[in-house]
């Protein structure tokens, strides 16, 4: 069964640090692109951060950049996003999500490339 499943959110205080992880199952991660979305109350998804299958590129929204860093480790069949020096507009609801690449080695903060996606997990960031 094809899944992503999210975890590691919770709750922070800002200039604090969360690590989510992305668990993929049932697809081959060595050729999937994975990025990282989120969505604020009220506001738009948003991509936030993403990586190759190889790992040799990656991308970040301007907002992020500096504090997030996103990495994969094929084996494990895991992404992780590394969110340093949090802020409350940081708060969201953080998603994963997969774009299959056979052939091609880059990624896109632009969900529409992306087809499947986990349920979700809640990052809030309040003092």
């Known amino acids: 069964q094809l899944q992503l499943v999210e975890s590691g959110g919770g709750l922070v205080q800002p200039g604090g640090s969360l690590r989510l992880s992305c668990a993929a199952s049932g697809l081959t991660l060595s050729t999937t692109a994975i990025g990282w979305f989120r969505q604020a109350p009220g506001k738009e998804r948003e991509g936030v951060s993403c990586i190759s299958p190889r790992g040799t590129i990656t991308n970040y929204v301007d907002s992020v950049k500096g504090r997030f860093t996103i990495s994969r480790d094929n084996a494990k069949t895991t992404v992780y996003l590394q969110m340093d020096d949090l802020k409350p507009e940081d708060t969201a609801l953080y998603y994963c999500?997969?774009?299959?690449?056979?052939?091609?080695?880059?990624?896109?903060?632009?969900?529409?490339?992306?087809?499947?996606w986990g349920q979700g997990t809640q990052v809030t960031v309040s003092s």
């Open positions: 999500a997969a774009d299959w690449q056979l052939f091609r080695n880059f990624c896109a903060l632009g969900e529409e490339a992306y087809s499947l």
